[in-house]
């Protein structure tokens, strides 16, 4: 029994007509997307997708002119703060002190200044220098950008 449904199914019309359903549902598929290429989507969604995008970039765009200026005012601040706090360059090193005994070594270094800022202590690499402020980006309108 097997073997005749075999049979019928690769000689005979079974098997013509399932060729058939094949080219037909192929040829279906190939329309389906040609037209799904060809089609323009719906203004109206696309116009409110457009619309939350332009505003989530824009917010995004001005949040990071918030930021440079943050960081600037910080920069300014912080040198300010360190200007205010240093000693004027002028002043001279007080003398050092003659002792009898060999400091115990406690890994500070001695010196004027602050801890870890010595006499040979290397002064830090000051910081990159910013760029300029970016724009904020203003989107155009979506009749300006909509395909036609």
Do not use: C
């Not at 040829?27 to 332009?54: D, G, H, N, Q, R």
């Not at 930021?67 to 240093?86: C, F, P, S, T, V």
């Not at 000693?87 to 010196?111: H, I, K, M």
């Amino acid at each position: 029994m097997a073997e005749e449904d075999t049979e019928t199914t690769a000689h005979g019309k079974p098997a013509i007509l399932k060729g058939w359903a094949t080219v037909i549902a192929s040829v279906a598929a190939l329309v389906t997307a040609i037209s799904a290429l060809l089609k323009t989507p719906a203004e109206p969604a696309a116009e409110a997708s457009y619309k939350t995008l332009a505003a989530a970039v824009k917010e995004n765009s001005e949040q990071s002119a918030k930021n440079h200026d943050d960081l600037l005012n910080l920069r300014n601040y912080m040198e300010g703060y360190i200007r205010a706090d240093r000693p004027a360059a002028s002043a001279e090193p007080p003398a050092p002190v003659a002792s009898t005994s060999a400091p115990a070594a406690t890994g500070l270094r001695l010196g004027s200044g602050s801890l870890g800022h010595g006499a040979g202590a290397a002064k830090p690499a000051p910081p990159p220098t910013l760029g300029p402020r970016p724009p904020v980006w203003e989107p155009p309108d979506f009749s300006q950008v909509k395909k036609r």
